[in-house]
Nanobody
């Protein structure tokens, strides 16, 4: 599967963005999906994940209550709705996919085999 992330940009603190991850080459419903981000000088961190089987979701504590991950298997797209953005949310956001079975949604990059190119999110006034 090939993944392409879209939707990054410049937003003011408190604003919202919706990221999209478009899949091609395979059907998205075979994959567990996740979003990661990497700020300058920092390690890549898991933001959120969603299971293929039951749609269970997992969020990093720093984004819980503000971000929502979802998927539209019919359209072969996964989304990350980001609300109440702060400068701490800035970074390059990556979507990732995994074919392997997961009992629970995981935010560890080692679990994912397929990665899209990143999309940059900048939060600044």
């Amino acid at each position: 599967v090939q993944l392409q992330a879209y939707g990054g940009g410049l937003v003011q603190p408190g604003g919202s963005l919706r990221l999209s991850c478009v899949a091609s080459g395979d059907t998205l419903d075979d994959y567990n999906m996740a979003w990661f981000r990497q700020a300058p000088g920092k390690k890549r961190e898991g933001v959120s994940s969603i299971l293929r089987d039951d749609g269970s979701t997992n969020y990093a504590p720093s984004v819980k209550g503000r971000f929502t991950i979802s998927r539209d298997n019919a359209e072969n797209v996964a989304y990350l709705q980001m609300n109440f953005l702060t400068p701490d949310d800035m970074g390059v956001y990556y979507c990732a996919a995994a074919l392997r079975f997961m009992k629970a949604p995981l935010n560890s990059s080692a679990e994912y085999d397929y990665w899209g190119q990143g999309t940059l999110v900048t939060v600044s006034s």
